[in-house]
Nanobody, 129 residues
Framework: FQLQASGGGLVQPGGSLKLSCAAS????????VGWFRQAPGKEREWLSS???????????FYAESIKGRFTISRDNAKNTVHLQMSTLNPEDTAVYYC????????????????????WGQGTQVTVSS
């Protein structure tokens, strides 16, 4: 089971990017998926996560720092989870990672990186004019 994050790049302040987390070797819908980021010299920060198919409501969770600007979603046909990011600012500059795990507590966000077993390789997002 492998994850591959993509979609990063250089964007101007106020711009948007859409990140993708594609899975191979398993059905990503069966997994709880989260997005994290890590800026230089900082700890890995949880941003958002989405429940697995075990949750009929497909619950989504967001960190306060990005709530209202980022949206997580699934594309089960493409075995992919997206993170749509808008109104980006220089403080959003970081390497962005997706992660997945086959355990979850319904209705509860998994915010600790140690709670995720599978990780993508990261994609760089740089917000600069």
């Amino acid at each position: 089971f492998q994850l591959q994050a993509s979609g990063g790049g250089l964007v101007q302040p106020g711009g948007s990017l859409k990140l993708s987390c594609a899975a191979s070797g398993a059905t990503l819908g069966d997994y709880y998926v989260g997005w994290f980021r890590q800026a230089p010299g900082k700890e890995r920060e949880w941003l958002s996560s989405i429940s697995s198919s075990a949750d009929s409501a497909e619950s989504a969770f967001y960190a306060e720092s990005i709530k209202g600007r980022f949206t997580i979603s699934r594309d089960n046909a493409k075995n992919t989870v997206h993170l749509q990011m808008s109104t980006l600012n220089p403080e959003d500059t970081a390497v962005y990672y997706c992660a997945a795990d086959n355990e979850e507590i319904l209705g509860t966000p998994l915010v600790n990186p140690d709670e995720y077993e599978y990780w993508g390789q990261g994609t760089q997002v740089t917000v600069s004019s």
